[in-house]
Nanobody, 115 residues
Framework: QVQLVESGGGLVQLGGSLRLSCAAS????????MDWYRQAPGKERELVAT????????NYADSVKGRFTISRDNAHNTLYLQMNSLQPEDTAIYYC????????WGQGTQVTVSS
């Protein structure tokens, strides 16, 4: 079964940085595009970054473009999100995602940016 376990969140000051990790198992990780989503209090879940299989291409939401970098280590079945210049508006629970079915959302990892 597909399992995605997020980690690396925490409390950070405005302008700081964090790197989130997602450990993947239960499927052939390198074959599938991966995504990071986030959900802020009172908001719907939104897509923030996507990376294709075998690291061919990436895409970002306008709100994070230039500040966040998505990457993957296919040898270790791990997805990353490097977050720089963090803003209070980045405060949310961050989730990793794949189109591999059956898929269920995990617990996510909380990112809180103080101002």
């Amino acid at each position: 079964q597909v399992q995605l376990v997020e980690s690396g969140g925490g409390l950070v000051q405005l302008g700081g940085s964090l790197r989130l990790s997602c450990a993947a198992s239960g499927f052939t990780f390198s074959r599938w595009a991966m995504d990071w989503y986030r959900q802020a209090p009172g908001k719907e879940r939104e897509l923030v970054a996507t990376i294709t299989s075998f690291n061919i291409a990436t895409n970002y939401a306008d709100s994070v473009k230039g500040r966040f970098t998505i990457s993957r280590d296919n040898a270790h079945n791990t997805l990353y999100l490097q977050m720089n210049s963090l803003q209070p508006e980045d405060t949310a629970i961050y989730y990793c995602h794949t189109l591999r079915q059956p898929f269920y959302w995990g617990q996510g990892t909380q990112v809180t940016v103080s101002s």
